[in-house]
């Protein structure tokens, strides 16, 4: 196979998993102020993501990282094009870090809130802006000929990305619900199981006219791949939802998942060849042979990958392994 | 060119900034494991107390190299466009290579030590503080692969109007790197050292957990007295590298405008920029050269030859780092340095004599070195990176030529300022958790949970 699809492939994968398990982390950091009552279970909800939150933000920095070695055109590009969306996401990134590390830090109740909402906001606005984002992938925005963004922050937001971005967001709220479901105890369990149940219904609604958007506003659907993709999601979405009623929430959260992996698999297969789409014309793309690095760092890049993406995928397991055991308000570290 | 200025001003608050946390978790995430081992192999409650408090303060540290860690890797691509763009074939490598083999272990087993000290067996459980340790470290090295290919770049072409890579293993055996990272590595376990050694003291002086302290400040006070000693050694051996491969740096940092062969060593000067001299000097004669060549002879190349050389290959315009900035940030972190291991030493003395405890003076003496580390990092890396100016890759690309061209003065004000102030708050929320926990001190082992709890709680909304 042709290295720059493998490297396109490995970021849609870095991609996939990005969205599919900070889904839950920032889905369980937006519910976190509904769904924690008092302290003891806010920090209960906190926990149940402790462990992961910050791995799995490294598949984020990696697919930066990769971005940037295999196509660093799409990374340059990219970044400076969407410069204040990626400000405002690295402000809200930093805040729900260390709001997580320092939020039980300090006994005051005030302290806790704030960081609290911290982590509210910090959940909430890079869902949203990923959503955003990612649909202006897709719709294409204007890059000229010099592959140099040609527009400002506020022509990233068209009725279609909001909706994208709305999308995400609903998708990632009922995705750490039913995370939630498992990983906590009692009456919490019921009360995520609500929430779910109602953010249920409006992500499927919302991500409904995402796909509709998708159709009159991108060429996505013209490839089978894609459009088949994006109809499985639905389809996963709606299963998850009726297994979420049977109360089989293992099934439930493993069908959002599915959702959530299916979407973005849509997403990059209507994207191929290109990564960047510039709405101006079709010829000033970013692509994966334009974009790409040498042929000679592809080579180096992938023996990397090919050895080390295992490895981390075992490690990474085995820490959910480890953590397999629902968070109980008796053994909390914080 | 005021975008230029904003970016380079950006990169230089950002980077000192994450680099204030980033050599404490170097060297801690080392001596925490180190700590937790003793207390897997004595079993001795003792160790594990220590390897608490210490963890404990190493957390604050680490989560806040972490988020600003983030920023550094985003920021190439916003400010840097055309930089990432031109050099992305050779850069970007590394810096997946480190998220890939070192952020992902950093993080995931920092996760399983935090949380797991219930559920994984004392063996694994310390084994996961060393992978984190070995992580962090790991990922300083890619980084400064990274960098030293920006210092001094080797295995490349120049084709497609950019630099491509030709050998990887040219790029990751740079002798640069291998001056640059004992250097990064070891600055880290200086800082941990002093780190340690200066909290412990705290509590000797207060006579406080003495248990607890007085084994943390053994292990600090070698910790420091050997690192300093190595760092010194690594950095005369980079400063070496210096003379023959960064010329102009070299020279910048000595403040020598003219050739000259013996070399005398300046210990202070007052620089005139405008007319190309220093307008007073006072220096050691022979001393330079004997730094450079470990020979009272050899000649050091001055600032106007290498500015004149430079014109000629590169055409007009001025190659000239800033030379009092970087005269003087080298002076600041060789004389912190010194410091260092003379108080190390005294400290390590008196330690060893048993009268420590009692000596009131140099336990201030080490409580007042805490500031020193940081000192000395901040100023090694500006003059790293300023000695550079005016270029981004030393020869392929200038500074001016990097910055993104499509991004506003203003977009980067609002990131700049945005970010400072968000710096600053964070720095003084990190600054008051680390303050407290001192003052608690590490034998507060009762649960972090809130009294809370027990009454009935406001909820979030109103």
């Known amino acids: 196979m042709e290295l720059n699809i493998l490297w396109f492939i490995l970021v849609g994968v870095l991609f996939t998993g990005f969205f599919f398990l900070e889904g839950f982390d920032y889905g369980v950091g937006m519910l976190l102020p509904f769904i924690g009552r008092n302290d003891v279970e806010r920090r209960i909800v906190i926990n149940t993501i402790g462990p992961f939150w910050d791995g799995n933000e490294v598949w984020m920095i990696t697919a930066g990282g990769a971005l940037f070695a295999a196509f660093p055109h799409v990374y340059a590009t990219m970044f400076s094009g969407f410069y204040m969306a990626l400000f405002l996401m690295l402000v809200a990134l930093i805040l729900r870090g260390v709001a997580i590390e320092f939020r039980s830090k300090d006994e005051s109740s005030k302290w806790r809130s704030t960081w609290d909402w911290m982590i509210f906001i910090g959940s909430t606005l890079p869902a949203l802006l990923w959503g955003v984002a990612v649909t202006n992938l897709i719709q294409g925005i204007p890059i000229n000929s010099k592959m140099q963004y040609a527009g400002t922050f506020f022509d990233l937001l068209s009725p279609y990305t909001l909706v994208g971005g709305v999308a995400f967001l609903l998708v990632f709220l009922f995705h750490g619900a039913l995370f939630l479901t498992l990983r906590v105890e009692g009456e919490l369990i019921e009360r995520s199981r609500k929430a779910a149940v109602k953010i249920g219904l409006l992500a499927a609604l919302v991500f409904l006219s995402l796909v509709g958007l998708t159709y009159t506003n991108t060429d996505l659907f013209k490839s089978a791949l894609a459009s088949s993709a994006l109809w499985g999601a639905v389809a996963v979405f709606v299963a998850g939802y009726v297994l979420l009623w049977l109360k089989r929430f293992g099934w439930a959260f493993a069908m959002s998942g599915l959702a959530i992996a299916f979407t973005t698999i849509a997403f990059f297969s209507g994207l191929f060849p290109r990564i960047m789409v510039s709405s101006i014309n079709p010829a000033w793309s970013l692509t994966i042979h334009n974009a790409a690095s040498s042929a000679y760092t592809l080579k180096i890049m992938s023996f990397a990958a090919l050895a080390l993406v295992p490895i981390v995928l075992a490690y990474q397991g085995w820490t959910y392994w480890v953590f397999r055991k629902r968070v109980t308000a008796k053994e909390l570290e914080y | ?462």
């Open chain 2, 1 to 462: 060119m005021e975008e230029v200025l904003l970016a380079r001003w950006q990169f230089a608050i950002t980077t000192v900034y994450h680099f204030l946390f980033v050599p404490l978790t170097l060297g801690l995430s080392v001596l925490v494991a180190v700590m937790e081992t003793m207390y897997v192999r004595t079993g001795n409650e003792t160790y594990k107390t220590m390897t608490k408090f210490w963890g404990k303060l190493f957390l604050v540290n680490f989560i806040m190299g972490v988020v600003t860690g983030i920023v550094q890797e985003f920021h190439f691509g916003m400010n840097w466009a055309e930089y990432s763009r031109f050099m992305g074939d050779i850069f970007g490598a590394p810096l997946a290579l480190e998220a890939l083999s070192a952020f992902f272990l950093e993080s995931t087993f920092l996760g399983l030590w935090i949380f797991g000290w219930d559920r994984l067996s004392k063996t694994m459980h310390a084994a996961c503080m060393w992978l984190v340790a070995f992580g962090s470290n790991l990922s300083a090295f890619w980084i400064l692969v990274a960098n030293s290919f920006m210092q001094s770049p080797v295995g490349y072409a120049l084709r497609n109007g950019r630099a491509e890579m030709t050998d990887f293993m040219q790029v990751i055996t740079n002798p640069y790197v291998w001056g640059q990272f004992p250097h990064t590595i070891l600055g880290g376990l200086v800082t941990a050292g002093v780190f340690v050694t200066a909290i412990s003291a705290y509590y000797l002086l207060k006579k406080r957990h003495l248990p607890v302290f007085k084994p943390s400040i053994k292990i600090g006070l070698a910790c420091m007295l050997v690192s300093t000693l190595l760092v010194m050694g690594t950095g005369h051996l980079q400063a070496q590298f210096l003379a023959t491969k960064q010329p102009m740096k070299m020279a910048a940092m000595e403040a020598l405008w003219e050739s000259a062969d013996p070399a005398p060593f300046a210990i202070a000067v007052v620089v005139d920029e405008k007319n190309k001299k220093n307008s007073f000097e006072i220096g050691i004669p022979g001393a330079l050269s004997f730094l450079a060549y470990d020979k009272f002879s050899g000649e050091i190349k001055g600032i106007n030859e290498l500015q004149a050389a430079a014109e000629k290959k590169h055409g007009p315009g001025n190659y000239t780092p800033n030379i009092a900035q970087s005269f003087w940030t080298f002076r600041i972190m060789v004389l912190s340095g010194l410091w260092m291991m003379l108080v190390a030493a005294l400290g390590a003395f008196f330690f060893y004599k048993k009268r420590l405890e009692e000596n009131p003076f140099i336990l201030k003496l080490l409580l007042w070195s805490l500031p020193f580390p940081y000192i000395a990092n901040s100023t090694g890396w500006i003059l790293t990176e300023g000695g550079r100016q005016p270029w981004i890759v030393v020869g392929l690309q200038k500074v001016s030529e990097g910055v993104s061209t499509n991004v506003t003065s203003t977009e980067i004000w609002i990131s700049m300022i945005g970010f400072t102030v968000l710096y600053g708050a964070l720095a003084a929320v990190a600054i008051y958790l680390v303050r407290k926990f001192i003052i608690i001190g590490p034998l507060d082992e009762k649960p972090v949970l809130s009294v809370l709890t027990k009454k009935k709680e406001a909820t979030l909304w109103n």
